[in-house]
């Protein structure tokens, strides 16, 4: 959720009308209740005038569900002034904070279903301008996702990848077994502003604006299926791409972002035959070419001891 902390849009002052977004975000939230919802740019810290997203957040969605922050580019969990949000109304069985580049980090919050674990991985990678860093960001994502037999789980990957289709980070992605959940599900074509697959609007305009001015794709959702549990993706749909109208009757649009709505099944996974071996992961991974001159030069990422953190709110 773009968090107007810099002001971008100059007819939207006050934070880019953040707190009027929040409530409007908040009322949506309230209504959909979902069990898992993850949140980029996420102000954990509010400087003066700046609302609690906190308590906002809790208070639409109501004392069933549980917070957990990671900073970016940083360790720490539910500490820290920027990073990214992950609320679930499922049991947090553990959460982890992975730095995967300067002022970047991947966090996971492993919840509990009826039908088994699910790693949720929230991200927001390096912007486009850095061209080559997201996939150097993705082979360390990949590795700390992989990293002390978690492989073994279903994982729901989502965030900002700074990416547009076709990018090496998200061949990357894909070549692991990890499926784009919007693409299965419904239109995804991003060729103009205002396509069923566009996610961000360059030039944002949120108030009382009509037109859709989201004109790349930069936002995913990939889901893999674990060692017993697979993820079926029963539906999905864009989420908050129209503005919503407020009290004062104004349209505003909650982000520059539009988001992703999706709905799976958790199933079992068929039984391997007698003597069938699983192909592996990769949990090593190399890069297809060198990293930029300012990102570390090892080609090689190498399987990680986890961090699970405790403290969790």
């Not at 740019?41 to 549980?66: I, K, Q």
């Not at 360059?202 to 959702?221: E, F, G, Q």
Request: glycine share 8%.
């Amino acid at each position: 959720m773009m968090h107007g902390l810099y002001d971008e849009d100059p007819r939207a002052p006050d934070f880019d009308r953040f707190a009027d977004r929040l409530a409007l975000l908040a009322r949506e939230l309230s209504v959909l209740k979902p069990d898992i919802l993850v949140l980029q740019e996420f102000a954990n810290s509010p400087v003066a005038g700046y609302p609690d997203v906190r308590v906002v957040l809790m208070d639409a969605l109501g004392p069933d569900y549980r917070m957990v922050f990671g900073e970016a580019g940083s360790t720490r969990i539910n500490e820290g002034t920027l990073g990214r949000m992950t609320i679930t109304r499922l049991p947090v069985v553990s959460a982890a904070n992975r730095p995967i580049f300067q002022g970047r980090s991947a966090h996971r919050v492993t919840v509990q279903t009826k039908g088994g674990v699910i790693d949720i991985y929230n991200v927001h990678l390096e912007g486009p301008e850095l061209v080559g860093h997201q996939e150097l960001e993705v082979v360390r994502l990949l590795t700390f996702i992989d990293s002390a037999g978690r492989n073994q789980n279903p994982v729901i990957l989502a965030g900002d990848f700074n990416s547009r289709p076709g990018d090496a980070a998200l061949v990357r992605v894909a070549q692991l077994g990890f499926r784009d959940v919007a693409a299965e599900k419904y239109d995804v074509t991003c060729e103009k502003a205002g396509d069923p697959g566009c996610t961000r609007a360059t030039a944002p305009s949120l108030v009382n604006n009509l037109r859709n001015l989201a004109d790349i794709r930069i936002d995913y959702m990939f889901v893999r299926g674990g060692l017993d549990i697979d993820l079926k993706t029963v539906s999905a749909a864009p989420f908050l791409n129209r503005p919503l109208q407020t009290d004062t009757r104004e349209l505003l649009w909650v982000s520059d972002h539009i988001g992703i709505q999706a709905t799976f099944e958790v199933v079992r996974q068929p039984a391997l035959r007698p003597g069938a071996r699983l192909a592996p992961r990769g949990c090593e991974v190399a890069l297809a070419s060198p990293p930029p001159a300012s990102a570390p030069r090892a080609a090689f990422l190498r399987r990680e001891d986890d961090d699970d953190q405790d403290g969790l709110a």
